[in-house]
């Protein structure tokens, strides 16, 4: 059983990580992220990709994580709140009541990520993608199609922000990635292993639907509105995904479900 202990008091030294979650999403929580909701708890727990430090639990979801807190360290503290303690602790109002606080792994070396695939793969790469909604679903989406690691620019989010982590439903503690200076650094990188390089745009050139197999494929996926860099595409195999001619394009999350689902080794 992990030790329990009864937090009566927000100002409580042993919770001050969980303090004031939103502003300290944004200056950072030195080398720490807030992982929150039973599903993603669970994620976190069993993929033991990181480390957790604790978790904060409203008193009366205790009995109904029983089941999840048993896949967890032993060790590991669980701290219990009222809701008003719990919402007076974190700022707002916390309608899950499940929190944890996990500790950031050293960053990924993207050249020993690539080393360590299997010979057949799939890799998704995030191009100025700052919207953390679109961040984390599209790691969900990687993980529903067994993409085997994400490569991102330093353009892009921050995976382990608490709402992309919310949003990818814990695959951001599943699915291995890595983060590179610039999107010339991730073709460099991805050509070095082998890797055939598809820039999905609207105005791709190949239908993405009728590609020839490839042992190894990398998918890069650019921001909404500006896209890919011209000079990236320039430099690889634009695809696109055929739809109605009288609408513009598709959210960039959803662009990426589809042609994951048509890259996915196991279609």
């Known amino acids: 059983m992990n030790p329990v202990a009864h937090i009566v008091d927000q100002d409580d030294p042993r919770i001050a990580p969980y303090r004031a979650i939103r502003e300290r999403d944004l200056v950072g929580r030195e080398g720490r992220f807030i992982a929150e909701g039973k599903v993603v708890l669970n994620v976190l727990f069993n993929s033991r990709r990181f480390e957790v430090e604790s978790v904060l639990i409203l008193e009366q979801r205790l009995v109904g994580m029983q089941q999840t807190l048993a896949t967890a360290p032993v060790d590991m503290p669980v701290y219990v709140a009222t809701q008003s303690v719990l919402d007076a602790i974190a700022g707002f109002h916390i309608h899950r009541g499940i929190l944890a606080l996990g500790r950031k792994r050293p960053a990924e070396d993207a050249n020993a990520l690539l080393s360590g695939l299997p010979d057949q793969a799939l890799v998704v790469a995030l191009v ?33 922000y608490r709402k992309a982590i919310r949003v990818s439903v814990g695959a951001v503690l599943q699915v291995p990635y890595a983060v590179l200076p610039t ?19 609207p105005s791709g050139k190949d239908d993405i639907g009728a590609l020839a197999a490839a042992r190894r494929n990398a998918l890069y996926l650019g921001t909404e509105g500006e896209g890919l860099p011209p000079l990236l595409m320039d430099q690889m195999q634009t695809v696109r995904i055929p739809m109605s001619e009288s609408f513009d394009s598709l959210n960039v999350a959803a662009a990426s479900a589809i042609a994951l689902h048509r890259l996915w080794h196991g279609a």
Do not use: Y
């Open 128 to 160: 100025g993608i700052s919207n953390h909604d679109n961040v984390g679903a599209i790691f969900r989406n990687a993980a529903a199609f067994n993409a085997d690691a994400v490569l991102l620019d330093a353009s892009s989010c921050d995976p382990l």
């Open 183 to 201: 999107h010339q650094d991730i073709s460099k990188t991805l050509a070095e292993h082998d890797f055939r390089q598809l820039a999905l745009s």
